[in-house]
């Protein structure tokens, strides 16, 4: 089809909305990505017969197979038919027995309410209620939804945060490294996203000093109102002392912050040294009066930990200390969405795993134990699913990139996939200090997998030192 | 935390009060959930609570979901998803090989073989070329590239999606879109969020909800002194009214939007629910194409559909898609980023709307099975919408359009006098004083014509036609029966 002249489109860069054509943020996730999906092409000699992707958090695109369980429970939902006969095991009929009932006309093809089917939400409740050591969890602050992104950006917390006509702009505090979907979703909105460093001599720790920076470079430029927290990090792999977060909380209360804390990684903790800590048991931790008026948001998912459903776009967000009538308006925002029952079913899995004493549990305890034994390296590096190390490029290497129009890292990580077959994300794509330069990936892998990853990374990265010396 | 903390009850000092945020929020409605529904859902409560009522169980005819009503799904994607979900079962003889067939391919084109791992957020790649190869089978081989396919969370996800890359601009300059009244309320609520200009074009409920030029002119041009309209919206068929447009008014519309430079959103989710003789299901696009180069090169168009409705009914699965034509390419850059900001749509609605685009074919092992259940589904609505349509037309003062498509009847009801007075009363409009009286004294669920919009001093409600048949006998009896005593209640 003929185009017509660029002046005449109504779709022209000039006329749509600014905000989601004015990025400047280049993410070169998508040239990577249609790259590794390209590799697969016959006659192509490469020393690999495979690309491992490991540039996402991704447990399943990076071989982790899925929770047997689960899957037997979305069976059942799925084909009712599955439960005649002695296929399955007992819990799991039980399970989607239970949770069929659940659903309108007993079909998980039906629209679920819009804040979350209420016996789930309810199982969420009394998950976070055990997790956090018996704080008072209600129901009604809670909202299931497509993936916790959406929760946060699409739809709804930062939505409702952000006066896209306020002047001074609204600003959000983020972290410097941060994943590109939280500060595209922001900058669409609206927001100036306000950087705050996170210190990486310290294995990445957040100190309250950057965030004071971080308010100080706002002045004059946008209103802060929140503060963007995510804990386990990502792509900085770090966890948060419990005097960490109490520090943060403190300082949010002091300068009248919203709290929005991301919690997707918090089932990837593994390490002696390191425990999670939920941003709402700190508080409640601290007492009155700021446990009963800092406001919270924390965000799950489904996506991330044992499950890695990533694909069933699950998760759910919990509002604390929000005005009443501001909650009122959110549930009405939340009236327009639907979330995926299958992934609302997975989520109840989540929350509520096998006991000891189901026919179910000796395997799902295999699986938890394997892989939270995955520890291997520095811990600085490997606390929480990602590792995000620095590396150092050689000067020629650094100038063979500016030649070929790329940042030094992402020309590294493209050459990594070109001639190993493995999939990283530059630092670039997260921002990291002017001069250094990281490298990121999911560690969220088999051992084997893992293993044949490091083996890759490691020849590739002689090669490279030897070509560029 | 005290249990007042946890719900925040104590305000002082809030840094998210009702004064500072965002003021677009504040003006969302959504009534197909609204406050009648949450008053439903609360009469469910008293009764499972053992609370007496005059009736036992609470029927939800507001939203359009075929499968909460009893509807069933259609076996073979129910296999292939199954089948997807659990790989184990790959190996078990009771299911077809078609079925088999269709998994493996799904599975392959999943990261690490699983339906739980993140796909493309434009869709997974093999979908979208299903969905290309659909559409040209469905327009008579008018090409469709699957590059301007989006794969979305249900078709809201891309309407809204849409909506928010065109508002933009201050003031007069402030992007109009033109949607009917009455509409699907999705379509006010994104709008109210995105702060953009809602023009208003009404259908015309004396000829059947059609919708004419001359009215779509007179909007615009109204709208022309406040806003910039940029935007063209139209539910084909219609929700609520169900109108099936013939091709003549879907050829105006589309030489309407060239003239005036109007981006058209083609929401076509119902697109195998048309059931009136002589009604006929026409995309845009296969009009658009058949109209000449002059029209199919320039006209600028998204059409949009979903697995939630026609005779699949899997609202839960959140499958749908849109079809972009003519977007500038920088900003079709832009969207295919905007999109992956949600990451990507749910994998196993992708894998539905596949089984959808490629259903079994004549020549494999589940093509009876699936042709006669798919048959049963249509067959069932289509007795449904007329049985319908007659029932309220025996009723004096309900006048019910034909149900020509979708899956909803928007009867025009006449309220007396008193009642209207009373409502006001007690700070209601009316339609909702009469729903909601509707529901605490017969338990049945609609939604009010307010909540779509409406010709001033009209009344109507959306009713949906999924109950089964018998149910729905019993539904529409009963409706018929309140509204004698209404109107005898407020003479």
């Known amino acids: 089809m003929g185009a017509s002249s660029t002046s005449e489109r109504l779709t022209t860069a000039l006329q749509v909305n600014k905000r989601v054509c004015g990025w400047n943020l280049t993410t070169l996730r998508f040239p990577l990505v249609s790259r590794s999906a390209r590799r ?35 069976a059942a939902c799925l084909y009712p038919q599955l439960m005649d006969g002695d296929k399955l095991m007992v819990d799991v009929k039980q399970r989607a027995q239970r949770l069929l009932k659940t659903c309108a006309g007993g079909s998980v093809g039906s629209y679920s309410d819009a804040a979350g089917i209420p016996q789930i939400i ?74 705050y460093y996170l210190s990486e001599e310290r294995g990445w720790a957040l100190e309250v000093e950057t965030l004071q920076q971080a308010l100080d470079s706002a002045k004059g430029v946008c209103n802060p109102v929140a503060l963007y927290i995510i804990n386990p990090g990502n792509p900085a792999g770090y966890v948060q002392s419990r005097k960490c977060i109490q520090e943060v909380i ?6 009248k912050l919203f709290l929005l804390a991301d919690e997707v990684y918090q089932d990837c903790v593994y390490g002696k040294e390191s425990e999670f800590v939920s941003y709402k048991r700190a508080l409640a931790e601290i007492g009155a009066p700021l446990s009963d008026t800092v406001e919270l948001a924390s965000f799950h998912t489904a996506s991330k930990g044992l499950m890695g459903e990533c694909g069933l776009r699950t998760g759910y967000v919990e509002l604390v200390n929000l005005d009443p009538a501001v909650m009122k308006y959110i549930n009405n925002l939340f009236s327009t969405n639907s979330c995926p029952v299958l992934g609302q079913v997975a989520l109840d899995v989540m929350v509520n795993p096998p006991q000891p004493g189901d026919p179910s549990y000796p395997l799902y305890l295999k699986v938890r134990h394997f892989l939270f034994t995955i520890t291997t390296g520095d811990a600085n590096s490997l606390r929480g699913a990602f590792a995000f190390p620095r590396v150092f490029l050689p000067p020629k290497a650094i100038e063979k990139a500016k030649e070929a129009g790329l940042q030094p890292d992402t020309f590294y990580c493209m050459r990594l996939l070109e001639e190993a077959g493995v999939l990283f994300s530059p630092g670039t794509e997260y921002g990291q200090m002017e001069g250094t330069y990281h490298i990121s990936f999911c560690i969220m892998t088999p051992t084997d997998t893992m293993e044949e990853i490091l083996k890759r990374l490691s020849t590739f990265h002689k090669q490279f030192m030897r070509e560029f010396a | 935390m005290s249990q007042q903390a946890v719900n925040g009850v104590s305000c002082r000092g809030k840094v998210l009060t009702v004064e500072n945020m965002n003021p677009n929020v504040k003006r969302v409605e959504y009534a197909v959930r609204g406050p009648i529904v949450q008053r439903a859902v609360q009469i469910e409560k008293e009764l499972r609570e053992g609370v007496k009522k005059p009736f036992t169980e609470v029927i ?23 089948l997807c979900s659990y790989p184990e079962l790959l190996e078990d003889n009771k299911f077809p090989e078609d079925a088999k067939k269709r998994a493996r391919r799904i599975l392959d084109a ?35 590239n699957p590059d301007n396919i989006y794969l979305s969370t249900g078709a809201s996800d891309a309407i809204v999606t849409i909506l928010k890359l065109l508002v933009c601009g201050e003031g007069r300059d402030r992007t109009g879109v033109m949607i009917s009244i009455p509409q699907y309320p999705l379509y006010s609520a994104a709008l109210a969020d995105l702060a953009a200009v809602q023009i208003n074009y009404y259908l015309d409920e004396d000829n059947c909800w059609s919708l004419n030029v001359a009215e779509l002119k007179r909007a615009l041009n109204e709208a022309k002194q406040h806003c910039k309209p940029r935007v063209l919206c139209i539910i084909n068929p219609g929700n609520p009214t169900g109108q099936v447009q013939s091709r003549q008014c879907i050829e105006d519309v589309i030489q309407f939007a060239k003239e005036e430079h109007l981006f058209l959103m083609a929401d076509e989710v119902y697109q195998d629910n048309v059931y009136a003789e002589g009604c006929k299901f026409h995309s845009f696009k296969k009009v658009l194409f058949e109209m000449g180069p002059e029209y199919s090169s320039t006209v600028e168009m998204a059409s949009f559909h979903s697995t939630s409705k026609c005779y699949m009914g899997e609202c839960g699965f959140r499958g749908g898609y849109m079809e972009v034509i003519n977007m500038d390419p920088e900003v079709k850059a832009q969207l ?22 490629n259903p079994p074919q004549p020549d494999e092992p589940s093509y009876t099975l699936f042709t006669k259940e798919r048959t049963a589904v249509l067959a069932t609505l289509a007795e449904k919408a007329r049985l319908t349509e007659e029932i309220f037309n025996e009723v004096p003062g309900i006048t019910c359009n034909p149900v020509q498509g979708a899956m909803y009847t928007f009867p025009r009801i006449t309220l007396p006098q008193k009642a209207i007075d009373k409502a006001k009363a007690e700070g209601k409009v009316p339609d909702m004083f009469y729903c909601m009286k509707l529901l605490e004294e017969e338990g049945i669920c609609l939604v009010p014509g307010s909540g779509f919009g409406q010709k001033d001093g009209t009344f109507h409600f959306r009713m949906t036609i999924l109950p089964p048949t018998e149910k729905l006998k019993v539904v529409l009896q009963k409706i018929r029966d309140f509204h004698l005593r209404f109107t005898n209640e407020f003479s």
């Not at chain 1, 709804?156 to 006066?163: E, P, R």
């Not at chain 2, 999943?110 to 469905?138: K, N």
């Open chain 2, 110 to 144: 999943c990261g690490g073989h699983s339906i739980g791992a993140y796909s493309a957020s434009q869709g997974i790649e093999c979908i979208r070329q299903d969905v290309a190869r659909y559409i040209e089978r469905r327009d008579g081989g008018i090409p469709s």
């Open chain 1, 250 to 255: 403190h300082f949010a209360a002091e300068k």
């Open chain 2, 60 to 82: 939800k005819a507001n939203i359009g979901d075929a499968q909460a009503m009893g509807q069933r799904p259609i076996t073979f994607f129910r296999q292939v998803l199954v």
């Open chain 1, 40 to 74: 697969n092409s016959p006659g192509v000699r490469k020393s690999y017969r495979e690309v491992i992707d490991v540039s996402w958090g991704d447990p399943h695109r990076a071989g982790v197979k899925p929770l047997s369980f689960v899957r037997q429970v979305l």
């Open chain 2, 336 to 357: 295919t980023k905007l999109v992956s900001v949600r990451l990507c749509p749910p994998v196993p609605g992708q894998a539905l709307l596949d089984l959808v685009v």
């Open chain 1, 122 to 195: 309810q199982s969420v409740s009394e998950y976070i209620l055990r997790r956090d050591g018996g704080i008072p969890c209600h129901p009604e602050n809670i909202y299931i939804t497509p993936g916790s992104q959406w929760a946060l950006t699409v739809t709804n917390i930062l939505k409702v945060l952000v006066n896209s006509e306020a002047s001074p702009r609204t600003g959000v505090l983020i972290p410097v490294p941060c994943h590109s979907t939280t500060i595209v979703s922001l900058t669409a909105l609206g927001a100036v996203a306000v950087p």
